[in-house]
Nanobody
Framework: QVQLVESGGGLVQAGGSLRLSCTASGSIFSINDMAWYRQAPGKQRDIVATITNGGRTNYADSVKGRFTISRDNAKNTVYLQMNSLKPEDTAVYYC?????????????WGQGTQVTVSS
């Protein structure tokens, strides 16, 4: 069994910062890509940022230059530093982790953490 637990969400004013964390625990041998997604009310879940096991990153255009994804492989943890937050960043943020089990890769999800940016 694998669990992903997120923390760090909350209410912040526009222009402020938040740092999200997500730690994987349980039966873990190898984690490949980790990522952050977000879902605003009435909208689909969209990718925010991804990071490979080797540290290569990719970002959605809407967050480039403002958000930074990083990970600590020793702690099975991925972070999302969010700066210069805008009201349109308001959403539930979910982390994901792709775990390798033999020849099969499984994606696990966190429970989500609310980020609210007030104008």
């Amino acid at each position: 069994q694998v669990q992903l637990v997120e923390s760090g969400g909350g209410l912040v004013q526009a222009g402020g910062s938040l740092r999200l964390s997500c730690t994987a625990s349980g039966s873990i041998f190898s984690i490949n890509d980790m990522a952050w997604y977000r879902q605003a009310p009435g909208k689909q879940r969209d990718i925010v940022a991804t990071i490979t096991n080797g540290g290569r990153t990719n970002y959605a255009d809407s967050v480039k230059g403002r958000f930074t994804i990083s990970r600590d492989n020793a702690k099975n943890t991925v972070y999302l530093q969010m700066n210069s937050l805008k009201p349109e960043d308001t959403a539930v943020y979910y982390c994901s982790a792709d775990l390798q089990r033999g020849a099969v890769q499984w994606r696990y999800w966190g429970q989500g953490t609310q980020v609210t940016v007030s104008s």
